[in-house]
């Protein structure tokens, strides 16, 4: 019983987290194939959140705040493109290592 009742209360600690710390809003469809899509892309998202607490020991919320100032872009200059990449802090770069990010 205490087994099944910590799974119950994972579950809805993941909806919990899917709705405030993914920023998760209502979305309401009536074809099947865009509610498969629409749970696939929610579930997937879950997921992913899950590996990276485990990988990190963070919530996702720390993770997101940690990740989230991080900016790239391709600035094009006649036919040439130069790509401008994000100063990454230690803090940042040793929870991106621990994602299992390679660097660039």
Known sequence: VVAAYHDL???????RMTKSDLAARPV????????QAHLTVVFAA???SREAQAR???SINKI????RPLRSATITIGTQQVTAH???PTETRTL?????????
């Open 28 to 35: 309401f469809h009536r074809l099947e194939d865009s509610i």
């Open 86 to 88: 994000p100063r990454i």
């Open 64 to 67: 997101l705040k940690t990740l």
């Open 96 to 104: 991106l290592t621990a994602l299992g990010w390679r660097g660039h």
């Open 9 to 15: 209360y994972q579950v809805e600690r993941s909806f």
């Open 56 to 58: 990190s020991g963070l």
């Open 46 to 48: 879950l997921a992913i």
